[in-house]
């Protein structure tokens, strides 16, 4: 018999039972559930609606329940419903009538949405344990490879020289910045519904400012419609989720590029890497591609999500139910993204004489060559035209810009001197930069410092 069955004339169809039933997804939750239990009781206690007698044995039913539970002694049969149910059944049986009494002045709507905010909470701060761990590493690569040029790209052609340590340090921002989102989604989470009842509270007095601190939350909701149907805050990680697989993604495509033939700027560690069941010199970069094959996935909790709230009315709706798997795989795949692309990171060759060789080859200087030719006081637009023009005149040689001669260069612009060769080296080229948030070596230092400072403050 189940729970609230008591105005209920017949069983519920099994159809209706599979099909309604939560607990083949929502059973992860039974730590924040039990915790969540355990406060209410005691609070209940404390506001004299509980005896002392009553509320220890729910205590210590609920403290044997999760050992048992975490010990992997208690089965979840799908007739159960959802973990709330399953908890309160197990209690009965376990300790009698006081189980029955540990439900006074609660619903499932503030239970479940208690639970999901507990959740949320430990899932915000599993995600940044992991997102400062990959910055602290993208700190140690940027500070060691700070002098070593390469390429930049727009439109994926070769446009001016950078050092890897800066190409590295514009993904520590873009992860910082996740960071971010997560810590703000950790904040809108941070808040306690328990006791806005079904939807109108209750007419017992509970002490819900107690409950919350009981349960480590910053505040109680202050509203008791929106308490319970409220999910902002598993869309904030969503989006965190959505924009952070975003930045890994952009990282993959990268990491993928770099250790083709073609460019060559990375060696994957072989145990991050794959084989071909017939072509036997393949080393594939699946693990890189699968983040990125993944991000569509979080993409598309997030828009679940979405779809599900649009149209609903206050307050809880069973639509909700809806909202815990695709929280809970959006979750674990950016966890488990995170985690494996880190060590990926960590395991994987830079080849920076290959980046060297690419920059060189690449007339990344030319922009340096026409502000060359500013300098020596010709307009920047005729510059501009000289440079492209040596440019054109390189590819016909198959030659690097600093290959010319004085006299080749000269016969395009009389200003050319010997000075040249030292303004267009990719070295100064790089240094020359060097102004806040710039390549120059010197930057990427200053850069590099900063982000320890800001990775040390961060809460």
Known sequence: MKLWSGRFQKETNHLVDDFHSSISFDRRLYAQDIRGSMAHAKMLRRQGILSAEDEQAIQRGLREILADMEAGKISFPPESEDIHMLVESILTERIGEAGKRLHTGRSRNDQVATDMHLYAKDTCGDTLTLLRELEELLLELAEKHCEDVMPGYTHLQRAQPVTLGHHLMAYFEMFRRDMI??????????????????????TYPLDREFAAGELGFAAVSQNSLDGVSDRDFLLDYLSAASMGMMHLSRFCEEMVLWSSLEFGFVTMDDGFATGSSMMPQKKNPDVA????GKTGRVYGDLTALLTA?????????????????????????WIKCLHVFTEMLRTASFRTDRMLQSASAGFANATDLADYLVKKGVPFRDAHAVSGRLVAR?????CALDELSLEEMRVFSPVFDQDVYAAISLSACVSARDLTGGPAPRQVRAAVARGREWLA???
């Open 309 to 333: 709230m649009k149209g609903l009315p206050l307050a809880y709706n069973k639509d909700m139910q809806e909202d815990k798997e695709s929280f809970f795989d959006a979750r674990d795949t």
């Open 394 to 398: 390189c590819l016909e040689k198959g």
């Open 181 to 202: 989102r997560v810590r703000n989604a950790r904040a809108a989470a941070d808040v306690c519904p328990l006791g806005s009842g079904a939807l109108a509270g209750t």
């Open 457 to 459: 403050a961060f809460q």
């Open 289 to 292: 591609e699968l983040i990125r």
